[in-house]
């Protein structure tokens, strides 16, 4: 007998969790062209499997469709089964996009940019992980000893990752327990959130292999270290030039940098909804962790929402092919689009109103008095998912980023994820969300 050779097409649904069909590769030519049937209410499937509040019911058909350019074809070599998946868009069976697919939304908003501005969006992710095996000593953070205790893990991790498309940008131990992290290459459009997935998935589809475990969960205890996500940007403009960087302005901001950032500032309490998207996100975003507690930007500042990251100004290297600014209050309960749509939403807003940002700041924001941050412009960031959700029903112009019914869905998904969690102690949560991501 020979073996049926499967792929599968994927979405990052509204949890951020990989969800899909699989086809047989002999019928690729057709599944390119017409997808897999969906069903609405899959996008109600919280991170706990349960199902939240669902306007559709049992009610509608969708396509998901593969985008060939977002193929993960990779071979192990160790006998074990080819990983192969594709991503792909959740569209009506007119072809029209659905509102609630999380890589159309970040389409659109791409688009938006480009037609607003005439800039692309260039990002990377950066995402913390941990092993869950706490009898093997990982050493101090950044060691070698680490790293070498986890060579062979990365060096699958990241072969599999260029397998996939995705230019691997550094493997290390980071400073907390077990953890460690992955950065990425910048890429142009979409394509920067597929990779985010792919990072994701395959981290998963190494360690099922090597029989590591491992989690991406926001945070493990509320004590503990967080694993965070930090979404790295700058902008090209239609030549593929770098159009960030500005010697001349605040902490090298251009002009549309500056807007672009100060419109994400100005939002970012409803934005978290999306971008720190579980209850325990939250126990993340607090002073003192080198995360995000307030709506502040940073020169180099490590506890800053958004960050100005350094350059190499040495052996000839361009500033300005280089300069980016990071998003720090994401982590990897979310789905990668959402994470980005809801950020390039925001900075266009910031762009269309010409919003200055607050000055950068290089210093601890939660030794100041509640007056000293109002007067300054910095609000604490929601204190919990509830919160977010409130700040994002109270935010009418993020809502009209999104065409219905999805705001509703997604509070609806969101109020059914903390629901299931509701009798649970902080640490019984925490380690629900460990054994789902
Ligand atoms: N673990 C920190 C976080 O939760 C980030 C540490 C760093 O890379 O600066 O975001
Ligand atoms: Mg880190």
Known sequence: MNDEELAMVCCSDLSGHVKGKAFPV???????KKGVGWVPTNAQITAFNSIADTPFGALGDL??????????????QDGSPLEHFFLGDIVDTDGAPWACCTRGILKHALDALRTETGLDLKSAFELEFQFTDASIDYGPGFGLSGFREKKAFGSTYLGALRAAGVEPDSFLKEWGEQQYEVTMHPQIGVIAADHAVFMR?????TAQRTGEK?????????????NGVHIHMSFVDQDGSPATYDPGGPGGLNKHARHFVAGILHHVPALVAF??????SYARLTPHRWSAAYNNLGYRDREATVRICPVADVNGLDPAKQFNFEFRAADSAASPYLQLAVLVHAGLDGIRKRLEPPEATQEDLSVLSAKELSDRGFVRLPTSLENALIELEKNDTVQSWFREPFIDVYLKHKRGELAYLENMSPQDACKAYEGVY
């Open 26 to 32: 002999a019928d690729m030519d057709s599944r390119l």
């Open 63 to 76: 396509l998901l469709i593969p985008d060939p350019a977002a193929e993960a074809k990779v071979d192990f």
């Open 201 to 205: 998935e395959l981290a998963r589809a």
């Open 214 to 226: 491992l989690t991406f969960t926001p945070i493990r205890d509320p004590d503990g270290v967080g």
């Open 275 to 280: 971008t720190a998207a579980s209850k325990v």
